[in-house]
């Protein structure tokens, strides 16, 4: 239900635009995000967009990284600029539709230093 794309290879101080989207019918989405996870850690919250709120950042990535939604489409992107080693993980999209948590297939982003 979510497809996540736009992941790959790119050297540090780079950038990359990740996509998500949603597809289904179902009334509202209460938040979108983007997590990320490393060979043997957590998954761990990158960037929120809850619906009627101002979004929300890990620290390692404010003022690099960008989340943005488009609700007409069902859609959310991260914008990640300057990007580090550190960054480098399988990112996942998440979507909370009417309290139920969905997941996309995660994206590999892998930042060469």
């Known amino acids: 239900q979510l497809q996540a794309s736009g992941g790959g290879l790119v050297q540090a101080g780079g950038s990359l635009r990740l996509s998500c989207v949603a597809s289904?019918?179902?009334?509202?989405?209460?938040?979108m995000a983007w997590y990320r996870q490393t060979p043997g850690k957590q998954r761990e919250l990158v960037a929120v967009?809850?619906?009627?709120?101002?979004?929300n950042y890990a620290d390692p990535v404010k003022g690099r990284f960008t989340i943005s939604r488009d609700n007409t489409k069902n859609m959310v992107w991260l914008q990640m600029n300057s990007l580090i080693a550190e960054d480098t993980a399988v990112y996942y999209c998440n979507a909370n539709i009417r309290s139920t948590y969905y997941w996309g297939q995660g994206t590999q982003v892998t930042v060469s230093s």
């Open positions: 967009d809850r619906t009627g709120a101002r979004p």
């Open positions: 289904g019918s179902f009334f509202s989405i209460n938040s």
